[in-house]
């Protein structure tokens, strides 16, 4: 009879334990859309993160987005304006900021996935003659957004900074 205890008691254990080494912990998890679940944690594809469910169903870029006024300070000027930000089609990960500098083209830029708030604007022609290149980052709790770029006509470069703050 002790055995017989024993041995019960024993399997008891053993099936108590494997029964919780097996179970998935991603059994009750749910990610949203873009996301999917290791080890119990989400993890978001590249361009998404999480919203406010804790759910990877928002685009990186969206938090740029709208309109807003731009208060720019370069070597030889300063000014202040209203810029547009867009979606850019061609990645989940790019936007478009329309006008910056004043010249009336549009700079793409390329947000990074790593972290969410900073991006590059990769060296780029904006207007004749003219390129331009830098980075920026967005406070994500008041979205203004933060810019540094150099502009040049391939002789004499100029470096500006701008703070966009949403309108």
Not at 6 to 20: M, R
Not at 111 to 122: A, L
């Amino acid at each position: 009879m002790k055995n017989l205890i024993k041995a019960l008691s024993f399997a008891a254990i053993v099936g108590f334990f494997a029964t919780a080494c097996n179970s998935d912990p991603c059994k009750d998890v749910v990610c949203g859309d873009h996301g999917t679940c290791t080890e119990g944690v989400c993890d978001c594809e590249t361009g998404y993160e999480k919203d406010t469910a804790d759910l990877c169903n928002t685009l990186m870029r969206a938090k740029f987005v709208g309109s807003f006024q731009a208060a720019e300070s370069c070597d030889t000027l300063n000014y202040n304006y209203q810029v547009a930000i867009a979606a850019n089609g061609t990645s989940i990960t790019k936007f478009n900021i329309a006008d910056l500098y004043l010249t009336g083209t549009t700079m793409i830029c390329d947000v990074n996935t790593v972290n969410g708030t900073e991006f590059t604007i990769p060296s780029q022609t904006i207007s004749t003659g003219l390129t331009c290149s830098g980075s920026g980052s967005i406070n994500s709790t008041t979205r203004v957004i933060t810019v540094s770029y150099t502009v040049s006509d391939g002789t004499t470069p100029q470096s500006c900074s701008a703070v966009l703050s949403p309108l």
